[in-house]
C-alpha cells in the first residue's frame, strides 16, 4: 500500500472556479511535504514545500496546507487557469528520499 | 541556467535488448536521482547519487539495472537486457549539496521506455 494517497484521482472544473486537491500519507516522521505540479510530458515541478510545523504555504494562486496531527494536507487552486491543467502530486520526504502520491490530474475547460 | 536534461525523451525496444538512459544535471549539483514511473504507478525512488558514489540504490528493482556516473557529472541508466516490466517514464533529478533540509530536487523532463 502507498504510503501517500491521493484523492480524487481526477477532476473537471470550469476555469476561473476553485478547487481543493487532497493527500493522506502515513509517512511519519517526515522532513517535508511538497506538491508538484506535473505538465503532460514534462517532469514534476515544484509548487510548495512545508516542513512538519508549517500549517500553510501559498505560491500565487496555490495554497497547500498541513495537518501534521491528522498526517491530511491539501492544495487548493483559487480561480482556476487553462493553463492549470495537469497532475498535481503529493510528495513526502525523508531526507533526501522521496515518496510520492499518484497524482490528481486536474483538467481546466473554457 | 540550465535545467536537467534526459535523454533520449523517448526510446522503444524489442524485449532482451539493451537500452541507456541519460541525466545531465544542473551544473554544480553533486546529488543526482533516478525515479521511475510505471503505468497508473505513482513514481517511485531507483538511486542517488552524491558526485560519483551511489549513496542509496535501494530502488534498484534488479541487477538487470546499472546506473553509472563518471566523474560526477552525467549518469546514464542501462538496462540489459529489458523486460515488459521495464516500460515506463524514467525521471532524472538533482540537487545542491548543503540543501539537507528541504532539498529541492530538480527533475528533467524524463525518457519514456515501451519495450515491446
Known amino acids: 500500500k502507498n504510503q501517500v494517497e491521493q484523492s480524487p484521482q481526477s477532476l473537471i472544473i470550469l476555469e476561473g472556479k476553485n478547487c481543493t486537491l487532497q493527500c493522506n500519507y502515513t509517512v511519519s516522521p517526515f522532513s517535508n511535504l511538497r506538491w508538484y505540479k506535473q505538465d503532460t510530458g514534462r517532469g514534476p515541478v515544484s509548487l510548495t514545500i512545508m516542513t512538519f510545523s508549517e500549517n500553510t504555504k501559498s505560491n500565487g494562486r496555490y495554497t497547500a496546507t498541513l495537518d501534521a496531527d491528522t498526517k491530511q494536507s491539501s492544495l487548493h487552486i483559487t480561480a482556476s487557469q487553462l493553463s492549470d491543467s495537469a497532475s498535481y502530486i503529493c510528495?513526502?520526504?525523508?531526507?533526501?528520499?522521496?515518496?510520492f502520491g499518484a497524482g490528481t490530474t486536474v483538467t481546466v475547460r473554457a | 541556467e540550465a535545467g536537467v536534461t534526459q535523454f533520449p525523451s523517448h526510446s522503444v525496444i524489442e524485449k532482451g535488448q539493451t537500452v541507456t538512459l541519460r541525466c545531465d544535471p544542473i551544473?554544480?549539483?553533486?546529488?543526482l536521482y533516478w525515479y521511475r514511473r510505471v503505468m497508473g504507478k505513482e513514481i517511485k525512488f531507483l538511486l542517488h547519487?552524491?558526485?560519483?558514489?551511489?549513496?542509496?540504490e535501494s530502488g534498484m528493482p534488479n541487477n538487470r539495472f546499472l546506473a553509472e556516473r563518471t566523474g560526477g557529472t552525467y549518469s546514464t541508466l542501462k538496462v540489459q537486457p529489458a523486460e515488459l516490466e521495464d516500460s515506463g517514464v524514467y525521471f532524472c533529478?538533482?540537487?545542491?549539496?548543503?540543501?539537507?533540509?528541504?532539498?529541492?530536487?530538480?527533475f528533467g523532463p524524463g525518457t519514456r521506455l515501451t519495450v515491446l
Open positions: 551544473s554544480g549539483h553533486d546529488n
Open positions: 533529478a538533482s540537487s545542491k549539496t548543503g540543501e539537507t533540509f528541504y532539498n529541492e530536487q530538480f
Open positions: 510528495v513526502v520526504s525523508v531526507g533526501y528520499k522521496l515518496s
Open positions: 547519487f552524491v558526485k560519483e558514489s551511489k549513496q542509496d
